[in-house]
């Protein structure tokens, strides 16, 4: 059973227990991400999560990591373009543990300057390692140039120029921005006693301030383009990107499907055509990037540059007879019970249901119980899925990033291709 409540402070608490289990998940998300920086602060919300870890009034970093070991090892925060999240699983008689220590860094962290400098250091080489990954920057670099000028575009981690200007006094000053009951969530499953749980909340958050309203997010205006980027490498890496829906649009559950059946699973048409039955690449795939307000639908491939083009077309040769001919009634129903079965799964672990939760509240306003999302992508139909495709899967309006060993006469193709 799924308990909404709130602190009093304003800030929603979501308690689902599981009595039968031992382990439980807390974890706490803050309404803030990369999509609310402007071109000056882009990182901060990277970096002040950083820097969370980096010691407290009480504890010092190495304190935090010593208490971490003790309760499991399993305590964690990330970054995305709309949220952050702290989050621990444990056993139900360290739960208090995590929640104080959590409810300590996010409140009391000092922030010390040198500590700051040398964090510095670890987000610029964090952001070395995500440039050395063509697949990683061929996401990143492309929803940048797609969203290009809207926070939506920005790099999680930041730039390195502007990461290396971050003062103190900036950082406590986004944190007491965005830092607050209004928009926290805070994320319980599994095993707890709700009663002295709900007290030690109250002890630990209830001090929080609350602000009057949620910053909303704007839309971002998408710009049809094509990026490339140069790398000394053995392959070429293409990631093709066509406008979508948001996270919150009712479609959702027909994208899900489109893509498990176009490129998510190892019997996906995408994997099967150009891995299995040409040997063309190792890796193709397709996925979902949702967010508040827009949304795209990628495909992406890894191989050698000679085959580049015969893939590229093969991806749209199989597009094309998707819009024409559509998903099968068979593809469509074997994918429902897949989604059913995996969401099954799921809904038995305590880290799931603490971030399902969460993000229910934070998409939804409230929590859909798993019978009624099963429900739902019960009503799917052949009919609304094909819709969707061919709304989506529409040639002219795709973009297009290619990273790593550019050969010219392949790029060139591409382009071509891209602009007719």
Request: glycine share 4%; with cysteine; net charge negative.
């Amino acid at each position: 059973m799924t308990i909404t409540t709130s602190l009093s402070n304003g800030l929603t608490v979501v308690l689902e227990r599981m009595p039968y289990l031992k382990s439980v998940s807390f974890g706490v998300w803050v309404k803030v991400g990369s999509a609310y920086e402007n071109s000056h602060n882009n990182g901060i919300a990277h970096m002040l999560e950083h820097m969370f870890f980096k010691g407290t009034k009480t504890r010092t970093a190495k304190d935090l990591a010593d208490i971490t070991s003790m309760i499991g090892g399993n305590v964690n925060a990330y970054t995305s373009k709309e949220c952050t999240n702290f989050y621990a699983t444990t056993i139900d008689e360290y739960l208090p543990i995590a929640i104080d220590m959590i409810s300590d860094m996010i409140q009391n962290s000092v922030f010390n300057p040198e500590e700051l400098e040398k964090e510095k250091g670890v987000v610029l080489e964090e952001i070395d390692m995500y440039d050395d990954s063509a697949e990683d920057m061929c996401h990143e670099m492309l929803q940048k140039e797609v969203w290009s000028g809207h926070p939506l575009g920005y790099l999680i981690s930041g730039e390195k120029d502007i990461v290396r200007t971050f003062t103190r006094e900036q950082i406590i000053q986004f944190r007491d921005q965005y830092y607050t009951a209004d928009n926290m969530i805070i994320s319980i499953a599994g095993s707890y006693n709700e009663e002295a749980i709900l007290k030690q909340l109250e002890e630990c958050f209830g001090s929080i301030p609350a602000t009057a309203s949620r910053i909303a997010l704007t839309a971002p205006t998408y710009k049809n383009c094509i990026y490339k980027d140069e790398k000394d490498i053995e392959q070429m890496h293409i990631n093709i990107a066509f406008p979508s829906i948001t996270n919150i649009d009712e479609r959702r559950y027909e994208l899900t499907v489109m893509n498990a059946i176009l490129g998510e699973n190892a019997n996906c048409m995408l994997f099967q055509r150009i891995r299995e039955d040409l040997g063309l690449t190792y890796s193709i795939y397709s996925y979902e990037s949702s967010f508040e307000s827009t949304g795209l639908f990628h495909i992406y491939a890894a191989t050698n540059p000679e085959p580049a083009l015969i893939i590229y077309d093969e991806i749209f040769r199989i597009i094309e007879e998707v819009k024409v001919e559509g998903f099968s009634e068979k593809d469509i129903e074997e994918t429902k019970k897949q989604i059913r079965v995996n969401l099954t799964i799921a809904n038995e672990s305590t880290k799931n249901r603490m971030n399902s939760n969460a993000k229910h509240i934070m998409k939804y306003g409230k929590i859909i119980p798993l019978n009624d999302v099963i429900e739902r992508v019960n009503l799917i139909t052949r009919d609304n899925v094909n819709a969707l495709a061919k709304n989506i899967l529409d040639e002219t309006s795709c973009s297009i990033a290619l990273v790593g060993n550019l050969d010219e006469r392949i790029v060139k193709g591409i382009e071509e291709r891209w602009k007719q």
